[in-house]
C-alpha cells in the first residue's frame, strides 16, 4: 500500500529561524494536502497542492510539489511561537477521499 | 457554519459495555470519516462515507460499527472494545464526488477503554 514517509520527526527552533518539513511518497500521488494540528487540538487543513512543480504561499509558509509528484515540502519563514504544533503531509494517490499522512513533523519554537 | 462537532468530548468505558460516538456537520459534505489518533501518531484513517453510503472501510474489526443516518450525522457504535482502542476519534468531512478535498476535523472523542 501507499506510504508516505516525513522528516524530521521533531524540529527545535529559535524563533525567528527558518523550518521546513520534507515528505516524500512511495508511490507517485494525485495530489497532497498539508495540516496543521496544535497540542491537544485537531488537523486543520492548511493546503492542498495538484500540479507537478506547483508552488504556493501563504504569507510565511510556501509549498511545494515535487517534479514527479512523489514529494513535497513545507517551509516557514521567520517562525514565531504561533508556528508551534505538528505539520502533517497527507497524500492521494487516486482514491478520491482516501489521505494517507504521514507520521508528522513536531515543531517546537523557543521564544 | 465551518465547524464539525463531536460527543462526548471524553469517554471512559469496560471492555463489556456498548457506547456510541457522534458528529455532525451542516456545511452540506457529502463525505464523512472517522479517523483513530494515537498518541504522537498520526490519524488513521477508518471509515469513509460517501453520499451516505459506506465507501470505504480500512478492515476495521467489526467490534466498531459505523453508521451513517443522513448527509449531516455519522455515528461509530462501540462494542466490546479492548484497552488498545483508547485513543483520541476524530471525525472529519468533506465535499463528495470524484476529487479530493480539504477535510475538516471536529475536536474528538478521548476514548479510554478499562
Known amino acids: 500500500g501507499q506510504q508516505v514517509m516525513q522528516i524530521p520527526q521533531y524540529q527545535h527552533v529559535q524563533e525567528g529561524e527558518d523550518f521546513t518539513t520534507y515528505c516524500n511518497s512511495s508511490?507517485?500521488?494525485?495530489?497532497i494536502q498539508w495540516y496543521k494540528q496544535r497540542p491537544g487540538g485537531h488537523p486543520v487543513f492548511l493546503i492542498q497542492l495538484v500540479k507537478s512543480g506547483e508552488v504556493k504561499k501563504q504569507k510565511r509558509l510556501t509549498f511545494q510539489f515535487g517534479e514527479a509528484k512523489k514529494n513535497s515540502s513545507l517551509h516557514i519563514t521567520a517562525t514565531q511561537t504561533t508556528d508551534v504544533g505538528t505539520y502533517f503531509c497527507a497524500g492521494n494517490s487516486g482514491g478520491y477521499q482516501k489521505v494517507t499522512f504521514g507520521i508528522g513533523t513536531k515543531l517546537q519554537v523557543i521564544p | 457554519d465551518t465547524e464539525v462537532t463531536q460527543t462526548p468530548k471524553h469517554l471512559v468505558m469496560g471492555m463489556t459495555n456498548k457506547k456510541s460516538l457522534k458528529c455532525e456537520q451542516h456545511?452540506?459534505?457529502?463525505?464523512m470519516y472517522w479517523y483513530k489518533q494515537k498518541a504522537k501518531k498520526p490519524p488513521e484513517l477508518m471509515f469513509v462515507y460517501s453520499y451516505e453510503k459506506l465507501s470505504i472501510n480500512e478492515s476495521v474489526p467489526s467490534r466498531f460499527s459505523p453508521e451513517c443516518p443522513n448527509s449531516s450525522l455519522l455515528n461509530l457504535h462501540l462494542h466490546a472494545l479492548q484497552p488498545e482502542d483508547s485513543a483520541l476519534y476524530l471525525c472529519a468531512s468533506s465535499q463528495g464526488g470524484r476529487a479530493t478535498y480539504e477535510q475538516y476535523f471536529g475536536p474528538g472523542t478521548r476514548l479510554t477503554v478499562t
Open positions: 508511490t507517485t500521488l494525485s495530489n
Open positions: 456545511m452540506g459534505h457529502r463525505a
